[in-house]
C-alpha cells in the first residue's frame, strides 16, 4: 500500500473528483482531464494496481508505505528511442550549435562505431540509458535498430534491444549504407534482413525523408513488415514537409513520429485515421529547427504522443521530464495535456493498454515526485524531480 500521496495522477477521469458545476476540475486544462485524487492511495499486487482512490478508503495492506504528501504520477511511457549504438557525435553536436544544420549523414559515423562493438559494450550502453531512464520516471521503452544496416548487425541489436525491452524496433531502412544501391538496399530491407529481424521485432520502421527514403520504398518496407507480423511505425516529416505523415495513416501505422513539418491536410488525415503524432521536442532542441506546434495538432483532434527520440545524433537527451517541459514552454501544451501525452499518449501510440494510468488493472508503473504536484514538472525544468520509480510494482 502506498499512502501519503498528495496528488494522484491516474489518468482515468472517472476517479478524479467531479468538477463544480461552471468550473474546470483540478488538473484538467483545455480538454485533458488527468483524474487527479488528492491524498491518495494506491495498493499493488502482483505487479498490477488492484486499488486506487482517497486514502481515506483504503483497504488494509501487509505492506504499508507513505509518500508524505509528494505527487505520484503514471510511469512515463517513451514510445521513440535509439539506444542500441557505440560512441557518440558531441562534436557534431558542437558544430550545430554554431550554425551547421543537422542533416541525416550523421547516422553513418554511428553505423561505423556501432559495427566495430562488442556485443558486451553495446548491451552495456543501452543498459545505462535504460537505467538513466528509470531514474527520471520512465517505466516503458521502446528500442529501435537502425546503427547496423546489415542482415547480422540489425539483428544482433534487436537481440540487445529485446534484453531490455519488449517494444522492439526493426529500423533497417534507416538510411542507405555506404556504398550501396539504394534500390538493392530496399530489396534486402524487404528480405533477408527482415525474415533475421521479424522474430525479434515488434514493430517496423522506416525514415521516410529526403536524404533517407522515399514514399514508395517506405511503403514497401511497411507492408513486408506487416506482412512478417510487425506493426508499423513511422519516422515523418522530421526534416521538411514530405509524404511520410500520409504514408503512416495509408498503411494504418500505430503512430506517426517528429511531424516537425505537417499540413492542415495532414492534421486531418492523422485525426481521421487515429494515427497517433508522437512529438519529439529534445530534437528540435538539439538541431535548432523549428519546434512542432502541438496546439494545432490538438486542436485538429489528433491523439499526441512525446517521446525523447534519444539518439547520439539528433538529440542525446534521455529524459521525459525535460521533454514535457520543453512541450510544454515551446508547443503550446498545457502541463496537463504534456503530462497525458508523456504517459497515456506514449501508451496509445504503442497500442498499450496496460500502461500509461494507474487504476485497477493497470500495470504499477509510477513515478514518486519530490513535489506537490506533477505541475512542477514543467515549472522547475532541468530539476531531478522524480524521487523513485515503480516498475510493475517493484522499486527501479
Ligand atoms: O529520429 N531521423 C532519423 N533518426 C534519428 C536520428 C538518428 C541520428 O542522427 O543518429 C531521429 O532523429
Ligand atoms: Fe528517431
Not at 458545476?21 to 505487479?47: K, M, N, T, Y
Not at 542525446?316 to 521533454?323: C, D, G, I, V
Not at 494507474?358 to 508503473?365: I, T, W
Request: hydrophobic share 45%.
Amino acid at each position: 500500500l502506498l499512502t501519503g500521496i498528495g496528488e494522484l495522477v491516474t489518468n482515468d477521469p472517472d476517479r478524479g473528483a467531479p468538477a463544480a458545476p461552471g468550473e474546470s476540475a483540478p488538473g484538467s486544462s483545455a480538454g485533458r482531464d488527468l483524474g487527479i485524487v488528492r491524498e491518495a492511495a494506491v495498493v499493488v499486487d502482483h505487479g498490477a494496481v488492484v486499488w486506487a482512490g482517497p486514502a481515506a478508503g483504503a483497504p488494509a495492506a501487509d505492506e504499508v508505505r507513505d509518500v508524505g504528501g509528494r505527487a505520484v504520477v503514471p510511469g512515463f511511457v517513451d514510445s521513440h528511442a535509439h539506444l542500441v549504438f557505440a560512441g557518440d557525435r558531441a562534436v557534431e553536436f558542437e558544430a550545430r550549435m554554431t550554425g551547421r544544420p543537422y542533416t541525416a549523414g550523421g547516422i553513418r559515423t554511428t553505423v561505423a562505431a556501432t559495427r566495430a562493438a562488442s556485443d558486451d559494450e553495446l548491451r552495456g550502453n543501452a543498459r545505462r540509458l535504460v537505467a538513466e531512464m528509470r531514474r527520471q520516471g520512465t517505466t516503458t521503452v521502446e528500442i529501435k535498430s537502425g546503427y547496423g544496416l546489415d542482415v547480422e548487425q540489425e539483428a544482433r541489436s534487436l537481440r540487445i534491444a529485446h534484453e531490455l525491452t519488449p517494444e522492439t524496433t526493426f529500423l533497417g531502412a534507416h538510411v542507405v549504407p555506404p556504398d550501396t544501391d539504394p534500390a538493392a538496399y530496399v530489396d534486402l530491407v524487404v528480405g533477408e534482413m527482415l525474415d533475421a529481424c521479424a522474430p525479434h521485432a515488434r514493430w517496423v520502421d522506416v525514415f521516410c525523408e529526403r536524404g533517407a527514403f522515399d514514399a514508395d520504398a517506405a511503403r514497401r518496407v511497411l507492408r513486408a513488415g506487416a506482412a512478417a507480423g510487425l506493426m508499423p511505425r513511422v519516422h515523418a516529416n522530421q526534416l521538411g514537409h514530405g509524404p511520410g505523415i500520409e504514408v503512416a495513416c495509408e498503411v494504418g501505422a500505430a503512430s506517426a513520429d517528429h511531424c516537425t513539418f505537417a499540413s492542415d491536410a495532414d492534421l486531418r488525415n492523422l485525426a481521421d485515421s487515429g494515427v497517433v503524432a508522437t512529438l519529439l521536442p529534445s530534437i528540435e532542441f538539439s538541431t535548432r529547427q523549428p519546434y512542432p506546434d502541438a496546439r494545432r495538432f490538438l486542436d485538429a483532434g489528433v491523439t499526441v504522443a512525446i517521446a525523447t527520440d534519444c539518439n547520439p545524433g539528433s538529440g542525446f537527451s534521455s529524459s521525459m521530464p525535460f521533454a514535457l517541459a520543453l512541450a510544454v514552454r515551446e508547443m503550446r501544451m498545457s502541463p496537463a495535456e504534456a503530462l497525458w501525452a508523456a504517459t497515456a499518449g506514449g501508451a496509445a501510440a504503442l497500442r498499450r493498454d496496460d500502461v500509461g494510468w494507474l487504476g485497477v488493472g493497470s500495470r504499477a508503473d509510477l513515478a514518486v515526485l519530490d513535489a506537490p504536484s506533477y505541475l512542477h514538472l514543467a515549472y522547475r525544468p532541468g530539476v531531478p524531480l522524480v524521487a523513485e520509480t515503480m516498475v510493475a510494482g517493484s522499486w527501479a
